[in-house]
T-cell receptor
Framework: GAGVSQTPSNKVTEKGKYVELRCDPI?????LYWYRQSLGQGPEFLIY????????DSGLPNDRFFAVRPEGSVSTLKIQRTERGDSAVYLC?????????????FGPGTRLTVL | AQSVTQLGSHVSVSEGALVLLRCNYS??????LFWYVQYPNQGLQLLLK??????LVKGINGFEAEFKKSETSFHLTKPSAHMSDAAEYFC??????????FGAGTRLTVKP
């Protein structure tokens, strides 16, 4: 079965541009998470979806970051007016249901480079 | 608030030697604890998890970890390292349903 997929695998953009990062979770998984992993650091929580709604967006660093999951499956992380400090690997994870013991399955990530 | 500290950003062992990767946590509620492994250009893969049952947890690839409340630790061990164990290892703690707090990671190198 397919795991979590993320596209593109790499994205290079210029400062000030808008980018969209896509996540396809495992089929049937209702919970979806976005993390950001900077060089030499562990993943940092950004936002959590349960179904179509963002249940917790407390990790989004500022209002330039936004994520949607309109049909409760695919999610898109959107970054406006990108800054060099946004350069990182953006990870997506999904799990079959909410609950803190449930395993999160991670995708390979999208490496974003802002020049 | 929950947090994780991984002692040692790099650990190097010889093939066949004991692997010990250290993790200490801070949590305001009884924690759920996880170890993940990340191979180059791949997503994180769950090695094992502690969810308030047995304090000694066995995972995949021969790894195990012991939850010690008195020491607020959840160290990862493997009796005999294999070359294929070379990777980045992350400890994580989870209080609620939503986010997972990860440590900064430990890169394991295995020498032949």
């Amino acid at each position: 079965g397919a795991g979590v997929s993320q596209t593109p695998s790499n994205k290079v953009t210029e400062k000030g541009k808008y980018v969209e990062l896509r996540c396809d979770p495992i089929s049937g998984h209702t919970a979806l998470y976005w993390y950001r992993q900077s060089l030499g650091q562990g993943p940092e929580f950004l936002i959590y979806f349960q179904g179509t709604g963002a249940a917790d967006d407390s990790g989004l660093p500022n209002d330039r970051f936004f994520a949607v999951r309109p049909e409760g499956s695919v999610s898109t992380l959107k970054i406006q007016r990108t800054e060099r400090g946004d350069s990182a690997v953006y990870l997506c994870a999904s799990s079959s249901r909410q609950g803190r013991s449930n395993e999160q399955f991670f995708g390979p990530g999208t490496r974003l480079t802002v020049l | 608030a929950q947090s994780v500290t991984q002692l040692g950003s790099h650990v190097s062992v010889s093939e066949g030697a004991l692997v010990l990767l250290r993790c200490n946590y801070s949590s305001s509620v009884p924690p759920y604890l996880f170890w993940y492994v990340q191979y180059p250009n791949q997503g994180l893969q769950l090695l094992l998890k502690y969810t308030s049952a047995a304090t000694l947890v066995k995972g995949i690839n021969g790894f195990e970890a012991e939850f010690k409340k008195s020491e607020t630790s959840f160290h990862l061990t493997k009796p005999s390292a294999h070359m294929s164990d070379a990777a980045e290892y992350f400890c994580a703690v989870r209080e609620g349903n939503n986010d997972m707090r990860f440590g900064a990671g430990t890169r394991l190198t295995v020498k032949p």
